[in-house]
Structures are given as C-alpha cells and as structure tokens.
C-alpha cells in the first residue's frame, strides 16, 4: 500500500503497532518500509522498527533505528525503553540499566519501565534491587501476572520455596503462552485426595525440567488412584516404570480418559515436604543394567585409564540463555590436561564437531557419534564415573539417576541454581562450580580442573 498522506501513516503505524502488540514482527515491515520511505525521520515509525527488531532478534538494527529515532526526539521514552531493550539483548547491562533509569526517572510510573529495569538489575545479579523494583511495578500494576512471575522466580532464586511457586503458578498469563492446561478440559487438581480418580500429569517446557520434575509425580500418585503421565516422546520409555504412573503417553499423541489434570511444574505448589521443600526420594530413574555394561565394555576399550569423566559442554542452541550457558570447547582445555582422567564426550549436535581436529580429539573419543535414545543415553552417563557439564537435560538426568555431576554454571544462574552454594537440594550427587564474574568461564574451567586433580589424588589414597 502506498502512503499518500498523514492519514495514511497514521493508519500504516496502527497496523504496526498491532503486529507489535501481537508478536507478528515480520508482519509489520512492508507498513514501517513504506512510512520510512516517504518519512525517513518520523520518529515514531523509526522506534517502532526498533520495536520490530527486537521481537525479529536483531538487536544492532534496532539500535541503528532507536538512536535515529531519538536524534530527532530525545525525550521519546518508549524509545529510550526499547533502547535498554536492546542493550540487554546485547548483554550490555550496565548501558541498558542507565537508559530504564532515565525513564524511570522521568516517568515514574511507567509500570513497564520499572519492570524492564527490574529485569535489568536481576540479569546483573541484583536480586535485592530487583526484588524492591519490581514490588514499586507491582504497586502500579495490582495483580500483574509478569510481575508476580518475575517475583516468583527471584524466591526460587533466593531459595524462598514457598512464596516462589506460588509466585510461579502466574509462568502461564505472563509469557502469553497457552498452558499446558489447555489440552484437557477436566477440572484443575489442587492436590486433594482423589482416591479413585485418574489424574493427568501434563508435560511443560523442555527435556531438562520435565526430568527435573518427575519427582514430585510419585508424590502426587499417593494421593489418588490413577495416575496418567504425558512427556515429551524421547522420554517416554525412561520413564515407564516411575513409582505411582499407571501409563505414559508421549507428547501430542491422544490423553486418555482422567478426571484431574495438572502441568507437571505446578506439581510443587500443591505437593509439599523433602529439604527446603524438594523432594528426594532418592534416585528415581535407572538404567538397564545390560545397555550399561555394553557402555562401559566400550568406554574401557576407548581410553583404559582408572577415571572415566563423561563430558558435555554445550546445549540447545534453540535455548534463550544458550550462549550464556554453553562453553566453547577449548576453554575446557585445563580439565584435559589433568593426567589419568580418560575423557569422552557426551555432546551431540554441532557443537560436537568442536571435538574434530582438535588437540582434544588425540584424548577424548565421542561416546555418541548421533543421537541415542534417552535409555541408551541413561546408561552411557551410569558408566561414567563422573559427568561433567553445562545446564542441559542430560545434567538432570545424571542427577535423576543419582550419578556423580559436576554442574557449571553462570554467575546469575537460572533460578534452580539458587545462589552461592555450591550443592543443590534437587540432585543432593551434584556439585555446582560457578562463573565468579558473568562469562568467565576459564576460571571454572580452572577450578573443575584442580578439583578433578584432587578427585584423582583421593582415588589413588584410596587403594
């Protein structure tokens, strides 16, 4: 459509504004491409592309037009707000944070600038700040499922169990993603006894936390008479024999009849007891114990050394925290050194091509040269006699199994991590190195690296 005059823009910055509020980025360019074309400098339309850029993923376009935008209107503060947007997009916090102050302090009730600076101060690792700004947001915005979400997060961060799920039960209205709820039309389970009900235990999110929270199922099974598990497809079969499921169906397949439902992450905010309120019931999935033997026949063959360490350095690129989380190859290259430890990589994908014509490959042989199924994967980590490995699903399913890991983690870790600790009550064979400053990486890589030397010592005092 072509713009012929200021009704016409005014109308294409609607439609704009419309695929903006929607999430439909892609939308919205053929309407800001014609605006630009006959207004390079309105500075409504150049935030608006800034706008658009973010949600396209390209943060340094919408710089480009976030500063045009401002050069012709300095005080534009939804421009100044997208502009901190971006920064922090860019992982440049200390800049971002500066710009959300400058419209708080210009608009102190700008609800949505409060909490973008919020998100701001917790990404830095100000939980307290965090915590105190977004209560100001929540005073603007009485109930507001974001801020109640947010603030529940930061309680699980801190460790503060109760007030987090309760806080993290707004996960659904907040991110504007239907729950899993939706794929059942029965009533909500609130935790009450049902002793001949079939309750549905419905899957969220990924691999990672649908292992993490399968143990809360065998609780939930106590208190009725069936129970239906649903997981993602590659789980299925690892699963199968949880204590308490009656049946296990994959993801997107056909529910069978049930009387209850419930996503499996709101399993903790009805189902309480165990250390700082997470259950361990002790290791709650195992591996055949024939596949296991098979992978450590091929292991021992591999690399014949007294220590096995199974290595995983990278996850999901698909994740929105995968470039924080995951560690190049080489930076890991301290642990390699340590002498007596027989390495094998546990990492799939693209990331697992870091392995070839390296210096790594001469010391450490690929146990996956493809994806396995997770029972195979499950018993690949039980013949490790350690794991060693970034946030990713298979970090969960050590722990599940009870198995020695060592987990590596951002200096602001996701909110399962909680904070300076080096232990977690959800997998009590887990040990935690964390990043002393954000991205650095090479001091943990140090610190496994001692601590793996120490581990070889007492393996030697010990014979």
Request: charged share 20%.
């Amino acid at each position: 459509m072509s713009i012929r005059s200021d009704s016409d823009i005014q109308a294409a910055l609607a439609r704009v504004e419309t695929c903006l509020r929607e999430g439909r980025p892609k939308d919205a360019v053929d309407d800001l491409r014609d605006i630009l074309a006959v207004a390079s400098n309105h500075p409504i339309a150049l935030c608006l592309a800034g706008q658009i850029s973010i949600q396209l993923g390209d943060n340094i376009a919408a710089l480009q037009a976030l500063d045009l935008a401002l050069a012709v209107t300095p005080d534009l503060a939804e421009a100044r707000n997208a502009r901190g947007a971006a920064l922090q997009g860019l992982g440049r916090l200390d800049e971002a944070e500066a710009e959300f102050r400058r419209v708080v302090a210009a608009l102190p009730e700008h609800p949505g600038a409060l909490m973008n600076l919020a998100a701001a101060l917790a990404a830095k690792g100000d939980v307290e700040g965090a915590e105190e700004t977004f209560g100001q947001a929540l005073i603007l915005r009485p109930g507001d499922a974001a801020v109640l979400y947010n603030l529940g997060l930061l309680r699980l961060l801190k460790g503060e169990m109760v007030e987090g799920w309760r806080g993290f039960e707004y996960r659904h209205e907040a991110s504007g993603h239907a729950p899993a709820a939706v794929r059942s039309n029965r009533p909500r389970w609130r935790g009450e006894g049902a002793g001949d009900k079939t309750l549905l235990v419905l899957s969220e999110q990924g691999l990672g936390d649908c292992i993490q929270f399968a143990r809360f199922v065998p609780l939930a099974a106590a208190q009725v008479g069936r129970v239906v598990l649903e997981l993602p497809e590659p789980l299925t079969k690892l699963f199968a024999s949880l204590p308490g499921v009656d049946q296990v169906v994959a993801r997107g397949a056909p529910l069978p009849d049930h009387d209850f439902h419930i996503p499996v992450m709101s399993l903790p905010a009805v189902i309480k007891g165990g250390k700082e309120g997470i259950p361990w019931p002790g290791p709650y999935v195992e591996a055949d114990l024939v596949a296991v033997r098979r992978w450590r026949h091929r292991a021992a063959r591999w690399a014949p050394g007294p220590l096995h360490v199974g290595l995983v350095w990278s996850g999901n690129p698909a994740h929105k925290r995968d470039a924080e989380r995951s560690i190049p190859l080489s930076v890991l290259e301290p642990l390699i050194k340590v002498p007596g430890v027989s390495f094998h990589s546990l990492q799939v994908g693209q990331a697992a091509e870091q392995l070839t014509g390296t210096a790594f490959a001469k010391v450490m042989k690929p146990l996956f040269r493809r994806p396995y199924p997770f029972t195979e994967v499950a018993a690949a980590i039980t013949a490790m006699d350690l794991v060693i490995g970034v946030d990713t699903s298979l970090i969960h399913l050590a722990g599940a199994m009870g198995r020695p890991i060592w987990g590596l983690v951002t200096h602001v870790p996701d909110w399962r991590w909680m904070l300076r600790r080096n232990d977690t009550p959800w997998y009590p064979s887990m040990r935690l190195f964390r990043q002393p400053t954000a991205g650095d990486w090479p001091s943990v890589a140090v610190d496994v690296a001692d601590a793996l030397a120490e581990f070889m010592s007492q393996m030697k005092r010990g014979r």
